[in-house]
Nanobody, 122 residues
Framework: QVQLVESGGGSVQAGGSLRISCKAS??????MVWFRQAPGQEREFVAG????????DYTDSVKGRFTISRDYAKNTVYLQMDSLKPEDTAVYYC?????????????????WGQGAQVTVSS
């Protein structure tokens, strides 16, 4: 059974940092990404690894502040979030896919984690 489990969310003041993790079990994935969803808004792509497992992409609003990384031995993907802003407040979801697709298309992903709350106060 495939599972994605996020950890590491929390609350921080603006300008602070957090790191969230997503551990996959049941199989390994190359294409793993992070989405986020704020209250009343659609789920949006944040950062991710492509199907080759190496190339990365970020949404413009987090470029230069967030860094995605992975540890294949632990089957875990991380999102380091620095210089956090109140508008980064959201539930962050890890997702993975086994077929070709677009980074930013929610429908491309077959597996989802339960979400990790990130709250940034001003």
């Amino acid at each position: 059974q495939v599972q994605l489990v996020e950890s590491g969310g929390g609350s921080v003041q603006a300008g602070g940092s957090l790191r969230i993790s997503c551990k996959a079990s049941g199989r390994a994935f190359n294409a793993m990404v992070w989405f986020r969803q704020a209250p009343g808004q659609e789920r949006e792509f944040v950062a991710g690894f492509s199907s080759n497992g190496v190339a990365t992409d970020y949404t413009d609003s987090v470029k230069g502040r967030f860094t995605i990384s992975r540890d294949y031995a632990k089957n875990t993907v991380y999102l380091q979030m620095d210089s956090l802003k109140p508008e980064d407040t959201a539930v962050y979801y890890c997702a993975a896919r086994t077929r070709p697709g677009s980074y930013s298309n929610v429908k491309s992903y077959d597996y989802w984690g339960q979400g990790a709350q990130v709250t940034v106060s001003s």
